[in-house]
């Protein structure tokens, strides 16, 4: 029986300080069943780093640490990873900032990282890679004869056909794609993009059983949308508003990491346009928006931070008084518990991206809701919740009218609509929160039968490797 090796670009803190979010907790459970290893880069960078993984016992798994060089680390992570892959994968092709030396250290990166985890793979062990940052890893563990099974989950979109042939390497990561077991998406939607960027560039074919075949082997796809402890968040945010005064007015909130793909400057020019139509509302709504910096090496993200300074300034100078602020805008993270309450005791969640893998902060927001008083979802259709969250009012980011149409309904919307809203919305995410997508994603990865140069497929089907319920 294997263990659960799973990788990522970060792992979670060594002291556990960090295991507040779903995912972590979901795959901390999941290496917790079998014995297992998360393995990310170490959290300050080394002029000379270690030969070999550098690890930790915690007390359910270990986790291994690799060290890089401070300047292969920015080309990889600010270089390839955030200025050159984001962008494209979220169809901002416009910001792609193409240098030589970004794709060389990616590469270089996943290289050094497949020589590490060769050296601690075992055949049966399974391997769950993680995101956009990894995406050569299968390749270069199967250049090592690394026997395992090796999955692939994309956190962010995929973009379609086109837009992916704007990246200089894409034939490298459509190739670099099909080298895994298994790869998961957030939604139908991206995996359909999968199966179209195969079929053209590599005339993969679609089997019945949903697999691929690509340059002689089986390639297994699907959609395995991410979502939070549900039930978990509802506590945090009612147990946080026993002690916690609501809102003096409704509020409408918005949190996210300050990020161009978020559609932050479309969800306030949407609240603007409400306000200008809507006099009525004024000194009667506020917004709270939360946007901690992330990236800020980037240029794409230095000029969304003063955009939004601006337009707040702007939207408060245009509608505000002495009495009333119209925006408050915070550009810091905050604890968990103190963003549950905040949640909850907001009439409107505004969730606006332009593209987006999924949007937690929307499962989060409904959530976190009062059954019997609970507010009301507006989300954009380019978010991958939009795919599940079908009760939510689903909006255009690009059209400010459609955004302040929406803003109006949910705060004119009877508690009896409101009501009727939230309870499909939750009843759904209770049945499909992050233990079951974890799950799901293992469960296939298990059974994918890979076989070995003379046929014979090396691990059994029925492998008792237990996953998380
Ligand atoms: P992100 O782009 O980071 O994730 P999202 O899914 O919204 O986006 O998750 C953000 C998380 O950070 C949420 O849990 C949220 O509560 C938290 N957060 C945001 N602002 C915060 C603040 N000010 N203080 C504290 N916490 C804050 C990527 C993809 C998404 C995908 C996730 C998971 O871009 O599409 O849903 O991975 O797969």
């Not at 004869?145 to 837009?163: A, M, S």
């Not at 009495?323 to 810091?332: A, G, K, L, S």
């Amino acid at each position: 029986m294997g263990r659960l090796i799973v990788v990522s670009n970060r792992a979670p803190s060594v002291d556990g300080s960090s295991d507040s979010g779903g995912l972590v907790v979901a795959l901390i459970e999941a290496l917790a069943k079998n014995g297992g290893l998360w393995i990310g880069c170490a959290p300050e960078q080394s002029d000379t780093p270690t030969e070999d993984l550098v690890f930790h016992q915690r007390p359910d798994f270990d986790i291994g640490l690799f060290e890089l060089e401070p300047e292969l680390y920015r080309d990889y992570y600010l270089g390839y990873s955030n200025s050159v892959l984001w962008p494209a994968l979220h169809g901002r092709v416009d910001l792609i900032d193409v240098q030589p030396r970004y794709a060389k250290a990616y590469r270089e990166v996943a290289k050094r990282l497949a020589a590490l985890i060769a050296k601690t793979a075992r055949d049966d062990d399974l391997i769950w890679v993680h995101d956009y940052q990894m995406i050569p890893l299968a390749h270069e563990l199967k250049e090592l004869n690394v026997k395992c099974r090796i999955g692939f989950f994309l956190h962010i979109p995929l973009p379609d056909l086109q837009t992916f042939k704007a990246i200089p390497d894409w034939k490298d990561l459509a190739k670099w794609l099909s080298d895994y077991d298994l790869i998961g998406f957030q939604t139908r939607r991206d995996l359909g993009h999968m199966i179209n960027i195969f079929r053209h560039t590599m005339r993969g074919e679609l089997r019945a059983n949903g697999t691929m075949g690509i340059a002689g082997r089986e390639v297994a796809l699907g959609s395995f949308p991410i979502s939070i402890d549900v039930s978990g968040f509802r506590r945090l945010a009612a147990k946080g508003a026993e002690n916690t005064e609501p809102a003096p007015l409704p509020r409408l909130i918005g949190v996210d990491r300050l990020d161009y793909s978020k559609g932050l400057p479309q969800r306030l020019a949407g609240y603007e346009a409400f306000l200008a139509r809507h006099p009525e509302f004024r000194s009667k709504v506020a917004l709270l928006q939360i946007a901690p910096p992330t990236r800020d090496d980037v240029d794409a993200y230095k000029a969304i931070r003063s955009e939004l300074e601006h337009l707040s300034g702007h939207i408060n100078g245009r509608f505000g008084t002495v009495e009333w602020t119209p925006v408050q805008y915070i550009h810091r993270a905050m604890p968990r518990n103190e963003l549950a309450v905040l949640f909850r005791f907001s009439r409107v969640g505004l969730v606006t991206p332009l593209f987006d893998g999924m949007n937690l902060v929307a499962k989060e927001y409904v959530a976190a809701q009062d059954e019997t008083d609970p507010g009301v979802l507006i989300l954009s259709q380019f978010a991958g919740a939009a795919e599940e969250m079908t009760e939510a009012l689903i909006i255009n980011p690009h059209d400010p009218e459609d955004i302040a149409r929406a803003i109006k309904t949910a705060l004119e919307m009877p508690l009896a609509e409101r009501i009727g809203r939230h309870s499909a919305l939750y009843a759904h995410l209770d049945q499909h929160n992050v233990g079951r997508w974890s799950a799901a994603f293992l469960k296939q990865l298990l059974s994918v039968q890979r076989l070995s140069p003379d046929g014979v497929a090396p691990f059994p089907g029925s492998t008792p490797w237990t996953q998380t319920a």
